[in-house]
């Protein structure tokens, strides 16, 4: 996941270049914000909360996946550029359920001490 950080956060570098604007840490949450924006837009198409402007119910499939894209892209730049290492936060954060899980399974299975 950190070296699709990388990617992602160099290509969104170019993009800023080409396109002439400083992408700092402010303009990537901005960013992420419009393209979450997008996603919910994308989810009301795709849930038939939202008019379908003429796309079939794949091209709605698809924009919602890209839109999702989207957001997950935005979010790993800000990761890289802001210095934060996403994988060991996820493991941190997420990750983190799994073992407690196992661990206290692994209590249950013990033999009892008498």
Known sequence: MRALAQQIDAISLRYAEVYGFERDADW?????QEEVGEVVQ???AKTG???DKGHSP???DR??????????GMLLALAEATGVDIE???DE?????????SQRAGEH??????
């Open 28 to 32: 990537l949450v901005l960013k992420l």
């Open 109 to 114: 299975d013990a033999p009892q001490q008498d």
């Open 58 to 60: 794949e091209e709605i």
């Open 93 to 101: 954060k997420w990750l983190v359920w799994d073992r407690r899980v």
């Open 63 to 72: 924009r919602f996946a890209l839109e999702l894209a989207d957001a997950v």
């Open 88 to 90: 060991q936060a996820i």
């Open 42 to 44: 994308a989810w009301l």
């Open 49 to 51: 909360r939202q008019r």
